[in-house]
């Protein structure tokens, strides 16, 4: 929490200072009726006292002060609310090594079935687009509300050659820009390999130009360590290369994420959605608390009144 006006904090001492006195009298009192009588005479002639209820209104009381306090330093606190508007760019590898059955069936059909998931999740009136890419990167779908478009281009995906994942972020980053240039909504690209960069743009050319129009890029490594693909009669390693993808998303300041299975990867899509949908905002909270020191000084109202018919 953080606050417009601290200098009001300083009030503060002064409800110490009533704190302070409130406690010198109580002790006063006792100290008075301990010296002008008899332990065994005051339990014959002094009322039984009420205990915690005595002090219980003035307590209230400085608690309305202390939060009182609070409210006139304008409080400001972070809020997580949901975007109105916003771009995603899903950017998915098509290459060849998306057919590696370590995920069943394999690492392309489940990847498919998640991203749509995760498109159909996402706000109505977001933006979201289709890159696909391989050895070379294609806009499949033009960022747009019209979700069903998205969902259709990823269902429709097939595998070809190469990994080009610098070209995969320039060309989404192509697709960004032609949303309203005028005033931009906030933009991400989710992309998903499983393997390194082997054509195309560099990773670190496009990490800059991401970084440099201010668009994070939040990475999936996709696929296990041990993971094969057979082509043309040879068995070859595929391993997702999750440094490369985790130096993209650090220097885009996007979120590197790992997935090695069907379970992980929806986990991972739906803490983007999470991510993506919401956004923390600085508010000032000065009627919330402002209302919270009302409550607490009708309440201390309400129990000097019950208990001892008089306000504190």
């Known amino acids: 929490m953080r606050f417009e006006q601290p200098l ?14 409130y406690l010198v009298a109580q002790r006063r009192r006792t100290k008075y009726a301990v010296r002008f009588a ?9 009322p039984v006292r009420p205990g915690w209820r005595r002090h219980a209104p003035a307590v209230a009381f400085l608690a309305a002060l202390t ?10 606190a972070d809020v997580r609310v949901p975007r109105e508007r916003a771009t995603v760019l899903v950017a998915m590898d098509v290459s060849n090594s998306m057919a590696a059955t370590d995920v069943a069936p394999n690492r392309f059909e489940v990847a498919k079935q998640a991203a749509v998931e995760f498109v159909q999740d996402l706000p109505a009136k977001f933006n979201v687009g289709l ?21 259709d281009a990823i269902n429709g995906l097939e595998l070809n050659d190469s990994t080009a994942i610098g070209d995969a ?18 933009s991400r690209i989710v992309l998903l390999s499983d393997g390194g960069n082997t054509a195309g743009s560099p990773i670190d050319e496009a990490a800059q130009a991401a970084s440099s129009a ?22 070859i390693p ?15 300041k996007g979120t590197f994420y790992s997935a090695e299975s069907d379970e992980q990867l929806r986990t991972v899509y739906s803490d983007l959605q999470s991510s993506i949908g919401w ?15 009302l409550a607490a000084a009708l309440l201390a109202a309400l129990a000097s009144l019950l208990w001892f018919s008089r306000l504190p």
């Open 8 to 21: 009001w904090l300083w009030l503060l001492v002064l409800v110490a200072v009533l704190v302070a006195a």
């Open 38 to 46: 008899t332990l065994p005479m005051l339990e014959k002639v002094a």
């Open 67 to 76: 939060v009182l306090t609070i409210a006139i330093a304008r409080p400001v």
């Open 131 to 151: 890159v696909s890419f391989a050895r070379t990167a294609t806009v499949v779908a033009a960022p747009s509300t019209n979700h069903q478009a998205t969902v």
């Open 169 to 186: 972020v320039l060309t989404s980053l192509q697709a960004i820009r032609t949303i309203d240039p005028d005033d931009p909504p906030p």
């Open 214 to 235: 201010g668009v994070p890029v939040s990475t999936i490594a996709y696929g296990t360590p041990e993971g094969t693909v057979d082509l043309d009669g040879r068995t």
């Open 238 to 252: 595929v391993p997702a290369d999750g440094e490369a993808l985790q130096g993209l998303a650090d220097a885009t």
């Open 279 to 293: 956004t923390t905002e600085s508010r000032e909270i000065t009627n919330l608390v402002a209302g919270i020191a």
